[in-house]
């Protein structure tokens, strides 16, 4: 079970940290991922993190002002967020991928959080 936290208001310009807890010690050994889906849009990816935490992946829009992390002694994943736009808006996920495929495909995840609405206000 993953469960998220951290969602909420921000104005355009400013920050949130996203968590993603794990319940089982086997998710330190997957590859974590965030999504978001904004009202009307298909699920899209936001960012991955290698089960060891050195591979990153960034989707285009967020690289720069995103930040994805773990901490395997927690069993939690982060998502720090910096620099939001409205267009960030959207409901964010965190996902494990048990086969480590390290994958932008929303399909190729095999465990999912529930979401926590992030809203950025102009």
């Known amino acids: 079970q993953l469960v998220v936290s951290g969602g909420g208001l921000v104005q355009a310009g400013g920050s949130l940290r996203l968590s993603c807890a794990a319940s089982?010690?086997?998710?330190?050994?997957?590859?974590m991922g965030w999504f978001r889906q904004a009202p009307g849009k298909e699920r899209e990816f936001v960012a991955a993190?290698?089960?060891?935490?050195?591979?990153?992946y960034y989707a285009d829009s967020v690289k720069g002002r995103f930040t994805i992390s773990r901490d395997n002694a927690k069993n939690t994943r982060y998502l720090q967020m910096n620099s939001l736009k409205p267009e960030d808006t959207a409901v964010y996920y965190c996902?494990?991928?048990?086969?480590?495929?390290?994958?932008?495909?929303?399909?190729?995840?095999?465990?999912w959080g529930q979401g926590t609405q992030v809203t950025v206000s102009s």
């Open positions: 996902a494990a991928d048990r086969n480590n495929w390290a994958t932008r495909i929303a399909a190729e995840y095999d465990y």
């Open positions: 993190i290698s089960w060891r935490g050195v591979r990153l």
């Open positions: 089982a010690r086997t998710f330190s050994s997957y590859t």
